[in-house]
């Protein structure tokens, strides 16, 4: 198989998934490294097509009629769990974490999170690899992305959050 057309079977692959693809395993597909698939998402994204990387591996975001909805929150990171797992609860996708930092203005991380599954292996991969938070950089206050399924979802996460002393009031 040449390069483009691995390309173009790697983007069909992830059209079919609705869970990320770790490079790793795109790798074994294909019987190519992983930084060759690593390479070929960078082709891809700079060819148009709107892949996301997560901590999980790649996904191609879903159109839906789903609500983004963007929500304050600061803890430490005991509180990483518990805010996440409210988050998926609700029956909201954790999009991402944002905080703004004084240097580099607004830093992003994927995290594409829709179960408590999703959860405890993104903590997982945090503690295995001794992992600093994005929140650290700003003590504790961060923004998240949620896809919500509806509004009376997203107001159940803010008073969650707010219950269990997460929510940022600034």
Same mark, same amino acid.
């Given at each position: 198989?040449? %390069?483009?057309? /691995? #390309? %173009?079977?790697?983007?069909?692959?992830?059209?079919?998934?609705?869970? $990320?693809?770790?490079?790793?395993? +795109?790798?074994?597909?294909?019987?190519?490294?992983?930084?060759?698939? !690593?390479?070929?998402?960078?082709? +891809?994204?700079?060819?148009?097509?709107?892949? %996301?990387?997560? $901590? /999980? *591996?790649?996904?191609? $975001?879903?159109?839906?009629?789903?609500? +983004?909805?963007?929500?304050?929150? !600061?803890?430490?990171?005991?509180?990483?769990?518990?805010? @996440?797992?409210?988050?998926?609860?609700?029956?909201?996708?954790?999009?991402?974490? !944002?905080?703004?930092? $004084?240097?580099?203005?607004? @830093?992003?991380?994927? +995290?594409?999170?829709?179960? /408590?599954?999703? !959860?405890?292996?993104?903590? #997982?991969?945090?503690?295995?690899?001794?992992?600093?938070?994005?929140?650290?950089?700003? *003590? *504790?206050?961060?923004?998240?992305?949620?896809?919500?399924?509806?509004?009376?979802?997203?107001?159940?996460? /803010?008073?969650?959050?707010?219950?269990?002393?997460?929510?940022?009031?600034?």
């Amino acid at each position: 198989m040449d %390069a483009a057309a /691995r #390309r %173009a079977a790697i983007l069909s692959r992830l059209e079919q998934n609705d869970h $990320p693809v770790s490079a790793a395993a +795109l790798a074994r597909e294909f019987a190519v490294s992983r930084q060759i698939i !690593v390479g070929d998402v960078a082709l +891809l994204r700079a060819g148009g097509a709107d892949i %996301a990387a997560t $901590p /999980r *591996g790649y996904v191609l $975001p879903r159109d839906s009629a789903a609500l +983004l909805r963007t929500v304050a929150c !600061v803890h430490d990171r005991e509180g990483m769990a518990r805010e @996440l797992e409210i988050m998926v609860d609700q029956g909201c996708q954790v999009v991402d974490v !944002v905080v703004e930092h $004084p240097i580099y203005g607004q @830093l992003a991380g994927q +995290l594409h999170l829709s179960s /408590r599954y999703d !959860v405890q292996e993104f903590i #997982r991969s945090v503690s295995k690899n001794q992992a600093n938070l994005l929140s650290d950089l700003t *003590g *504790g206050i961060h923004l998240h992305t949620l896809r919500c399924p509806s509004e009376e979802a997203f107001q159940r996460v /803010r008073a969650a959050l707010d219950e269990a002393g997460l929510l940022w009031k600034g």
